[in-house]
């Protein structure tokens, strides 16, 4: 999405503009690639890449390359990582943008263009030989609609294919909407168009960078964003008309919901009528209300994805700074459940926390027997993200050192192999295990000996079995389907 919002802004103020997807399941950046890389951007003014922490390492080795053959030629890093780490980041980068990239990169590339001094461009930090200019971060755009749709023209882009980098066509764009993961109802592959209604979360969670963002740019204008509901609407179709095979639109902001009931009621009508096709988003506990979920379900919501975290209220509040009792997230669990014929709710548990003590632990799978059927379940591993509460936390406590933190995917690589424990085991699938099944789990002496580091290797050989078997069923189910 950030990508092709900058190239759609910079093109909308003249500028050429190349663009080069290295998905990081690629993996390392081979020989052939690197090659491939220096004809394309051998007639370029400014080389900028965006990065992720987990993408930092492979950002480093890349930069190095493109400075080594590239002497005049600024290279510029943007996206979370460089916000949040300014001081690592111009190590390596000769201008690291901090926050939203649009009026930054169009003014950096104006001033390129006409020769002017760059390195007075707010919101940007620029290496200069020894010496690095430190610029305040700029003031937030509080108005995203004046920012056109993200570009989908497929001319100046590649994309990696089988170790090569390819000129991206029509069909590659079309192909990158096909969603295995968020099946429609009737049990056709969704092909989602990925966008964000706003920017921004009103949430501090310890483990997220949002709650740095938060600090960062105090008093430079709102974090927490939103387009309007005309712009939203109109970006769908604009973009459903280049792609007609999109059946369905992913919501991809932080949480979707925060906002208030008349606004989405609002957006619902408008949906409904002008888009009509379902929809997916994200949510929290504390934003849910019951006329919103029923304005949305009639919109045609099919999913919603629920951040739970823990079913421990001590983690929850002392760990994460996430102040929601259990007791009101049952009962956002239970509206949910009301409209179980119409969406299917996800709910997102965080893994592999050292913090935890093994009666937090039973907790949340205490709290998962409370949880009504059907739902699934997505777990995502612990990471330190550099700078955020919980690593400053993590550091000051020795659980990490400064060299092993966010860059690494995560604890559990390092403390147990990445193996699958029972705690693991029982959240993933609970949606399967009958209740009286997992109700026997509940018990705490039963607990222990399960989680205990024998039963590991036990666990990850049946959830094996279980990811083989699935993905058999749904090859049969695809077959029949045919």
């Not at 902001?253 to 096709?277: L, M, P, Q, R």
């Amino acid at each position: 999405m950030g990508m092709r919002g900058l190239s759609s802004v910079l093109k909308s103020k003249g500028h050429n503009v190349k663009s080069i997807f290295l998905n990081t399941k690629t993996g390392n950046v081979n020989k052939r690639i690197r090659t491939q890389l220096l004809e394309i951007c051998n007639d370029s003014d400014i080389i900028c890449i965006s990065l992720m922490t987990k993408d930092f390492k492979r950002s480093v080795g890349l930069t190095n390359f493109l400075k080594k053959h590239f002497k005049n030629k600024p290279v510029a890093w943007g996206g979370i990582h460089p916000t949040l780490c300014p001081e690592e980041s111009i190590k390596y980068a000769d201008i690291v943008c901090r926050g939203d990239g649009e009026e930054f990169l169009v003014e950096l590339v104006d001033r390129l263009e006409k020769g002017n001094d760059i390195t007075s461009t707010a919101g940007g930090w620029f290496r200069k030989g020894s010496k690095v200019i430190k610029n305040e971060v700029r003031s937030i755009s509080q108005n995203l609609d004046e920012y056109p749709i993200p570009d989908y023209d497929h001319k100046d882009k590649w994309l990696v294919e089988d170790g090569d980098l390819i000129p991206m066509t029509h069909e590659h764009q079309k192909e990158e909407f096909k969603n295995k993961f968020l099946m429609l109802k009737d049990g056709k592959p969704s092909y989602c168009y990925v966008t964000q209604a706003s920017r921004g979360c009103p949430h501090r969670c310890s483990y997220c960078s949002n709650a740095m963002f938060l600090e960062i740019f105090k008093g430079k204008g709102k974090v927490l964003r939103r387009k309007s509901v005309d712009y939203v609407i109109k970006e769908i179709n604009q973009v459903r008309k280049m792609f007609p095979s999109i059946n369905a639109v992913n919501f991809y902001d932080d949480t979707f919901f925060s906002t208030t009931d008349e606004e989405i009621v609002k957006f619902a009508k408008a949906y409904k009528k002008e888009v009509g096709i379902p929809f997916f988003c994200l949510a929290s506990p504390l934003t849910l209300s019951e006329s919103k979920i029923k304005a949305l379900v009639s919109a045609g919501m099919g999913h919603i994805q629920l951040g739970i975290q823990s079913g421990s209220e001590r983690i929850n509040k002392e760990i994460y700074k996430r102040h929601v009792p259990n007791k009101l997230t049952l009962e956002k669990i239970r509206l949910l459940n009301k409209y179980k014929d119409k969406i299917t709710p996800s709910y997102d548990f965080i893994v592999d926390n050292p913090y935890e003590t093994s009666n937090d632990l039973l907790e949340t799978i205490r709290f998962i027997y409370q949880v009504p059927k059907p739902y699934r379940v997505q777990l995502f591993s612990l990471v330190f993200y550099p700078h955020t509460g919980l690593y400053d936390m993590a550091l000051k406590d020795g659980i990490l050192d400064k060299k092993m933190s966010g860059y690494e995917k995560s604890l559990s690589k390092l403390a147990n192999k990445g193996t699958m424990n029972f705690y693991a085991f029982a959240i993933l699938y609970s949606p399967f295990i009958p209740k009286l099944i997992y109700k026997f789990f509940t018990f705490k002496p039963i607990f222990v000996v399960l989680n205990s580091r024998p039963f590991n290797i036990v666990f990850e050989y049946v959830s094996r079995a279980a990811v083989y078997l699935n993905s058999k069923l749904m090859i049969s189910k695809n077959v029949v389907n045919r």
